[in-house]
């Protein structure tokens, strides 16, 4: 059953085997696993239900609703933004539905580095092939991909650039092109279209509209969860809601889960927790063609540019992953150059525009602070490495445009930089990436609570579970050591199997 728990009497006092935190892509399976098993399962969701007969395709009212802080999310000092999803469902209901493993190499890494007996090779291999069938993945059809991917794939054969088709999970896919916004057409098979309704039919009660903000621990081992129903508009807290659970299973992302950690004061010898945040934050560059592009119609994202992007080699030039990345207008204006009329003139040309952005596999290690009892605080810029990088991949991004045929490339940076010809890009090895200069975004955040299976270093095993305190789990894109280089849900998807699974296995 789905509860709202604005429309309750508070307080509100719930009684469980297991309280799951968040309903994204971890928290949801792994709360279907453990209630498929016979445990009285409660997720809380701090967020709406939001099914897609709700979803009207408008981004004034649906990116307000699906995003935490109305889609402002950024770090402290504004300079990256920080897209994160606030629904049930979680990232999974207004991401782009790309879908990749984590690569080789970097799991190697993983396992060398921090152990994770129970995550070898097999099991990975294991889990990804379960969520893909759970998920319908298939290749995106050639046929599927709309003008703007065509433009990217132009882009790599005239330049000779690596690049190929990507798989997605939908079905019934019609390519509205609204996927950001939520699918209308329930085409995704997402956390809520997959794993819900088994959560539901399993037993699992599902409350919405209420935050945790502390994991309630005594002896050293987990008790339950303190949290706040909010009101559905103001979002201010209008009253208490306790679980008391012998089991607790965090899973409220790679900013939430940390927050939550460290505001619950739970052990953490290694000091890791909140520690190694990585976002893949990511540069744009757009290009204007003679002809309609057309971008914002069919689905978003079928082909990519894997040129510079090497798990194995070392050096500039390894780690940018290229996209189409295109926005619906509001979101285009805010990054297109020039005011008034200029920006206008600009604006006009909207259905002529392509966007190209490169997403870096980053190494910088952020932090992530709890505020009060239901904020956070993001320390995150990439460092002079990391910055390189990114600058790389944004000349890159300009190349492919003009081999594509752009007339003009705008890259918005804080004095608007407009490129006539190819002629011009030597223009961009003058560019410095100083906070503010450029809009620097991240849509993926991870690593915040690495796990690893020495407890003096790591405060979560290989199973998802706390080192330092019984009963206490980990389901989500905290655990990995690392950034990915590749879309995290599936991988995610996975973890939530796993540390479901470990859940029950250690109920006794």
Known sequence: MIYDCANLDMPLEVEADLCVIGSGAGGLTAATIAAEAGLRVVLLEAGSFVPPEAMMQREEEMIPQLLW??????????????????ALGGSTVHNINLVKRVP?????????????????????????TEVERLLSVSVVPE????????LLEAG??????AGGGLSHNRTGCIGSGFCELGCAYDAKNNAPKVFLPRAVHAGARVLTHVQAVRVRHAHGAATGVDALALDPVTRQPRGRVTVRAPRVCVAASATGTPAILLRSDIPDPGGETGRHLRVHPALVAAGEFADRVGATQGIPQTYECTEHLDFEREGLGTRSWILPAFAHPVGT?????????????????????????SMLHDRTAGVVEPKGDLGLSIDYWPDAEDRRELLFGLKACA???????????YIPTAEPLTLESQSDLPRLDALRLTRGSMDVTAVHPMGSVPMGDDPTVAAVDSRGAHHHLRGLWVADGSLFPSSIGVPPQLSIYAMGLHVGRAIVAARG
Not at 109 to 128: F, I, K, Q, T, V
Not at 143 to 150: F, G, I, S
Not at 333 to 357: C, E, K, N, S, W
Request: one cysteine or more; hydrophobic letters at 40%.
């Open 104 to 128: 080789q190499p970097v799991l190697r890494r993983w396992l060398e580095e921090r152990g994770l007996e129970h995550l070898p090779m097999e099991s990975w291999d294991a889990h990804y």
């Open 69 to 86: 802080d109305h889609g402002g999310r950024t770090t402290a000092d504004r300079a990256v933004k920080i897209i994160q999803g606030r």
């Open 333 to 357: 204006a805010t990054l297109m150059p020039g005011i008034g009329a200029a920006h206008r003139t600009l604006m006009q040309r909207y259905d002529h525009l392509a966007v190209f952005t």
């Open 156 to 161: 790599c054969q005239a330049l000779g650039w």
């Open 399 to 409: 190349r492919l445009l003009f081999a594509a045929g752009a007339q003009k490339v």
């Open 143 to 150: 046929a599927r991909r709309n003008r703007h991917n065509r």
